[in-house]
């Protein structure tokens, strides 16, 4: 039984892109070529207990040989453990699981089942880069689930593992492939999709998920799990963005992309480097399509509706949507053209390259701070981010619209901040007060989060006002400023009383 750690990073792309793949020069190169057909059964409990505990069982036939692997989630993207041994036939092995989480969670008595079957064709080649040794496997296959009616659903992705060497290499090889077919990070396993084919639910909107920290983890380490998941939270919600226009997922995709931003601010005295920053103003310029497109889905949604509940005998507010509707087709349209740009794909890979082996990682400069455990880091920075917003939030009702959206932002890191490290605290009396201080949080940022969007409805009727378009839809822009005016002394009264409610609350990591 071994345990190591796989290095490896998938991609994803079309099945007319593999046979390209294989006439790159540097496949064709390769110091060893072949081919092989995989057929690998997935079991867990009928409660799905391992799945629950972020661990894959599997059980693959190679040649007339049976290997049983045993993998953990880990970060979900990059590295993640792995423990892997031969068996004798294809059923589960429990004496080959000693030593493995499994110990902790099934007992000798607990049945597992065959939950879905993956069968791959793959090829492989052991491609030298750089000072690196890494295998390229090209998959193409499908995975069932005869438990769920036969579902179906089909694989096509590239995994690149390093064998030796460096990561950096790994990142250079897939520029490399990406320069000759449109390749993106692949960021769910064989396993997760053939847990979602078992279980009837398909691909769907993702929220957030908990980061998977450990309290023994180091700044640097914690730093990447919290990028990882965020760019995990980013492709998903990408991938259904990618096929339909669905507000939701716009949402999603935005909110993770100022997670991740976030984390670049909240780590910024241990990443921030040139090739960093660079990555930074080149995420915050190419994703401004998003923006304009949900600042339009919120005021379409919300503010419009509620402007016809309260004049309903007023016919500018349609021509007033009407116009709207055709800058939110225009601003969905900027959208799909940026995700399925080559400079997009690009900018996540570099992304992820950076994360895992840009130049802050050899900076000696910032190797103590690599190295401080990932409490003490935690800890500085919440407390840092709780003072500023507690500072600027002071006599919140007065404040100008620019101050108050100073407190916003200042809010939304310290929100973000609770929420990324919120599995270094795992004790009940933390879990508590974690709650109670995201809820009081939570209030704040609803109550400025309206506030902002008042201020977006405002820009929006003027630019109606300044584009001279029909008598009827200005006035009926200037009717809906004036409505929203209202309304900014109720939000102001509330956030005010929001923000002395969180700067009461106990802080968790304390």
């Known amino acids: 039984m071994t345990e190591p750690r796989e290095i490896e990073l998938k991609l994803e792309c079309e099945p007319s892109d593999l046979a390209r793949l294989r006439a790159h020069p540097l496949l064709q190169e390769a110091a060893e070529q072949g081919e092989a057909d995989l057929t690998s059964i997935y079991f867990d409990t009928a409660e799905q207990r391992l799945r629950e505990a972020g661990l894959g069982l599997r059980l693959r036939k190679i040649g007339d040989r049976y290997v049983q692997t045993l993998k953990a989630e880990g970060d979900g993207l990059f590295s993640r453990p792995e423990w892997e041994q031969e068996v004798s036939d294809p059923r589960p092995d429990f004496a080959a699981l000693t030593d493995t989480p499994v110990d902790k969670i099934l007992g000798r008595n607990d049945e597992l089942q065959s939950l879905f079957t993956t069968s791959v064709k793959r090829q492989t080649y052991l491609v030298e880069e750089g000072s690196s040794r890494i295998e390229v496997a090209l998959d193409s296959g499908r995975i069932e689930a005869p438990i769920a ?249 007065d404040l100008s619209p620019e101050d108050r959206h100073k407190v916003r932002i200042a809010a939304k890191k310290l929100r973000y901040g609770a929420e990324f490290f919120a599995g270094l605290y795992p004790d009940k009396k933390a879990v508590k007060r974690h709650a109670t201080f995201v809820k009081a949080l939570s209030e704040l940022q609803d109550q400025l989060g309206a506030l902002n969007d008042i201020a977006t409805g405002h820009e929006l009727a003027r630019d109606i006002a300044d584009a001279r378009t029909g008598a009827s839809a200005v006035f009926a822009a200037g009717l809906t400023a004036a409505d929203l005016e209202a309304r900014t002394r109720k939000l102001l009264a509330a956030a005010a009383e929001a923000h002395e409610d969180l700067v009461d609350a106990k802080r968790f990591w304390r």
């Open 149 to 397: 009616g036969n579902r179906v659903t089909s694989i096509c992705e590239i995994e690149l593992e390093l064998k030796q060497g460096s990561a950096g290499d790994i990142f250079a090889l897939s520029r490399a492939l990406a320069a000759l077919v449109p390749l993106r990070l692949g960021v769910r396993s064989k396993a997760e999709r053939g847990y979602n084919l078992a279980s009837g639910k398909p691909d769907r909107v993702r929220k957030a998920e908990p980061v998977p920290l450990l309290e023994d983890m180091n700044a640097a380490e914690t730093f990447q799990s919290v990028a990882h998941a965020c760019l995990r939270h980013m492709r998903l919600n990408e991938d259904i963005l990618l096929q339909s226009r669905n507000a939701d997922a716009l949402h999603q995709t935005r909110v993770a992309i100022r997670r991740l931003r976030s984390a670049f601010s909240l780590f910024s005295d241990l990443v921030e480097d040139a090739q960093g920053m660079r990555i930074r103003d080149e995420l915050k310029r190419l994703t401004e399509p998003l923006g304009q497109a949900r600042n339009l889905d919120v005021f379409l949604a919300k503010t419009l509706p509620a402007e016809r509940e309260r004049h309903p005998d007023e016919v500018g507010l349609l021509n007033l949507e009407t116009q709207l509707e055709d800058q939110r087709t225009k601003a969905y349209d900027a959208v799909q053209s940026l995700l399925h740009s080559a400079e997009w794909r690009a900018l996540v890979l570099d992304l992820v390259a950076w994360i895992n082996a840009g130049p802050w990682l050899q900076d000696e400069g910032r190797a103590a701070l690599r190295e401080e455990s990932a409490r003490d880091f935690a800890a500085r920075e919440l407390d840092r981010r709780r003072r500023q917003v507690k500072r600027r939030g002071r006599h919140l009702d």
